[in-house]
Nanobody, 123 residues
Framework: QVQLVESGGGLVQAGDSLRLACVTS????????LGWFRQPPGKEREFVAA????????IYGASVKGRFTISRDNATNTVYLQMDSLSPEDTAVYYCAADPHWVTIQTTKARYWGQGTQVTVSS
């Protein structure tokens, strides 16, 4: 059973920063690419960022590139999403995901999902 537990969401103002964290097991962390997705109110879930498990290669969605940074901490089995220059358009439930395959982790067909954490950005 793969578990992903997100934390770090909250209410912030436009221009602020926030860091999300996702903890998983050592087995999952050391063998699966990990990613972040978000689902704004009334919209479909969209890809935000992903990081590979072997080389720590990263990739970002167009709407967050240059503002968000994904990283991983091998000592704590945690993947982070640093979000800077937040705007109200970033308001969404943010989900952590894992999948055995690099291509699939960039899509909503990823195999494993956390329960999500709410991020609200006020103007």
């Amino acid at each position: 059973q793969v578990q992903l537990v997100e934390s770090g969401g909250g209410l912030v103002q436009a221009g602020d920063s926030l860091r999300l964290a996702c903890v998983t097991s050592r087995e999952t962390f050391s063998s699966h690419p990990l990613g972040w997705f978000r689902q704004p109110p009334g919209k479909e879930r969209e890809f935000v960022a992903a990081i590979s498990w072997r080389t720590e290669y990263t990739i970002y969605g167009a709407s967050v590139k240059g503002r968000f940074t994904i990283s991983r901490d091998n000592a704590t089995n945690t993947v982070y999403l640093q979000m800077d220059s937040l705007s109200p358009e970033d308001t969404a439930v943010y989900y952590c995901a894992a999948d055995p395959h690099w291509v699939t982790i960039q899509t909503t067909k990823a195999r494993y999902w956390g329960q999500g954490t709410q991020v609200t950005v006020s103007s």
